[in-house]
């Protein structure tokens, strides 16, 4: 639809059920694009690149705007360029500068690739559907990448990307990494490459579940990978790895190698930069399931490609009612301050709280006390939620990470504020709590919160690195999950480490979410297997 008008805009959020996400954007060509966006010049450079990702860029406050619906609050745009003979002759037709270019499927579900399927699926959708007479073999959504401290980032790893394999210094053959929950893909190994599949999606349904099982069998077919060891999360509920599980059954009983998520992470980082020792990896994200059955998701370990050693983490808190926590973050906030702020009369009249039916929070508070439906987690993005939720940004997610990335967009990069964690034997974010809500009675504005919170976490980064560098006398920093796609947060600590001496590893060319956790599984097990340790 023409993404210069509101009305357009809505109506295609309406029809495919997408509320809140942004939407990507088509721009007619590179001059059109900068009229309505800012763009360094290696973003131009990325954005007229073979590969054709989909590039985030910062909204201009121009004359010229987008529809307001298009990006829904947020700063940045997911911009392309033409990639296809037909999207110039689109252009050519339809006489507009940009066009919203989003995927033929409901929200959730896979691409549809076939002209009967598309219009059956897609009748309350499109009001026209132009069709091929030629077969898509192999769906693949767009990739995504974005710039940030004169590096090229992947958020995204699809069209133009994958399969590309990456050469690796290990015999990686005849292993198949199943990947994780979110944003799935797979891998694959072939001698001593690496192959990753494309961006599968989050494995939440059948659609995508087939999906993944059907390029799963392309890929060994066309790799010609007969796979004898099979690699999984250590999460048992994960679609993929109970796929996986029965995949190694109907192969005749391959072995399957279980690895902790946040140590794929952070050898996902590892592998992509050809390192195979000791490091300091600091993983932060939304969950992984813990050797100790809790939900992990900021974690500090002393690890190589073998194993790892937990040397410290963020305080556990409860999660209450589970998964729900992630798509309302009030929970999160509500759940931090009946840890920190023990006291009900100091928070009680928060303005977040105000907007929560009474009924429902108070319920929420009982459940805490009572420890009923309310699991531990050390996640880094249930941090980010609380917080978001707590100072007026989001307490109600309509997409995976709204909460954190709205927290990100307000940061007032004028303030010069702080808070602190504590780091003892876990790391405390009690003081951060506890300073917000002096803040919140003053009437600070969110923007400075945000500031303040950022800094903290950077800050807490960089005095767990100098702590562990100074035990363990280790100086390579590795950085992984999905919470590095917070672009102050990996800009400035990156920054920060580097002034101070650590050799810092961060991705590049692999997502740090958990599109890229498959690389990690792959040569944990690879390196498990030459030393007899499965």
Not at 420 to 449: C, H, R, S, Y
Request: glycine fraction near 8%; include cysteine; aromatic fraction near 8%.
């Amino acid at each position: 639809c023409n993404a210069t008008a509101e009305e357009a805009v809505v109506r295609l959020r309406q029809r495919k059920f997408r509320e809140g996400k942004p939407f990507a954007v088509m721009f007619k060509d590179l001059s059109e694009c900068r009229k309505y966006m800012e763009i360094s010049d290696q973003e131009a450079e990325i954005l007229g690149s073979w590969r054709r990702p989909i590039v985030l860029l910062k909204n201009k406050n121009g004359q010229d705007q987008l529809a307001p619906g298009v990006s829904n609050g947020f700063d940045t745009t997911g911009v392309m360029l033409p990639y296809m003979p037909l999207h110039y002759l689109l252009f050519d037709q339809l006489g507009l500068p940009a066009i919203v270019l989003t995927s033929g499927n409901l929200s959730d579900e896979p691409v549809i690739i076939d002209n009967e399927t598309a219009r059956q699926r897609l009748e309350k959708v499109a009001d026209a559907f132009l069709l091929y007479n030629r077969e898509i073999h192999n769906r693949a959504d767009d990739s995504v990448v974005f710039s940030t401290g004169m590096k090229t980032r992947l958020i995204r790893r699809s069209r133009g990307y994958a399969p590309s394999p990456v050469n690796l210094r290990m015999n990686v053959d005849g292993i198949f990494a199943a990947g994780a929950e979110l944003v799935n893909c797979f891998c694959l190994g072939k001698e001593q490459k690496a192959i990753m599949s494309q961006h599968i999606g989050d494995l939440k349904n059948l659609e995508t579940l087939d999906f993944y099982s059907e390029s799963l069998h392309r890929f060994t077919d066309l790799f010609r990978v007969v796979p004898r060891v099979v690699a999984v999360d250590l999460h048992p509920d994960y679609l993929s790895t109970r796929f996986a599980e029965e995949f190694a059954v109907r192969c005749g009983g391959l072995p399957v190698v279980r690895i902790q998520h946040h140590h794929a992470h952070i050898a996902s980082c590892m592998a992509e930069h050809g390192l195979d020792e000791k490091v300091i990896g600091i993983s932060m994200d939304g969950v992984g399931y813990g050797t100790d059955g809790n939900i992990w998701g900021l974690e500090v370990m002393k690890c190589d490609l073998l194993d790892f050693e937990r040397l410290n983490h963020l305080d556990y808190i409860q999660q209450p009612g589970g998964d729900i926590a992630n798509i309302e973050p009030w929970r999160m906030a509500l759940s931090y301050l009946n840890k920190y702020i023990t006291s009900e009369t100091q928070y009680a009249e928060l303005s977040f709280l105000k907007k929560i039916p009474y009924e429902k929070s108070s319920v929420v508070l009982k459940a805490l006390q009572n420890q009923i439906n309310t699991p531990l987690t050390s996640s880094a993005g249930r941090l980010f939620d609380g917080v978001a939720a707590l100072i007026g940004v989001c307490s109600f997610s309509s997409f995976h990470a709204e909460a954190p990335m709205r927290l990100e967009q307000i940061i007032d990069e004028q303030d010069q504020g702080s808070y602190e964690f504590i780091i003892g034997d876990t790391i405390n974010p009690g003081p951060v709590i506890q300073q917000i809500i002096i803040d919140l009675k003053k009437g600070i504005p969110a923007g400075k919160m945000s500031a303040r919170f950022h800094k903290a976490v950077v800050n807490l980064l960089v005095n767990l690195a100098e702590k562990y560098r100074a035990e363990l006398n280790i100086n390579k920093i590795v950085l992984s999950g999905g919470t590095y796609q917070n672009r102050y947060i990996l800009k400035n600590s990156e920054a920060k480490l580097s002034k101070l001496h650590f050799e810092v590893f961060t991705q590049e060319q692999f997502p740090s979410n958990d599109g890229g956790i498959a690389l990690g599984q792959l040569v944990i097990a690879a390196k498990r297997i030459q030393n007899d340790y499965i």
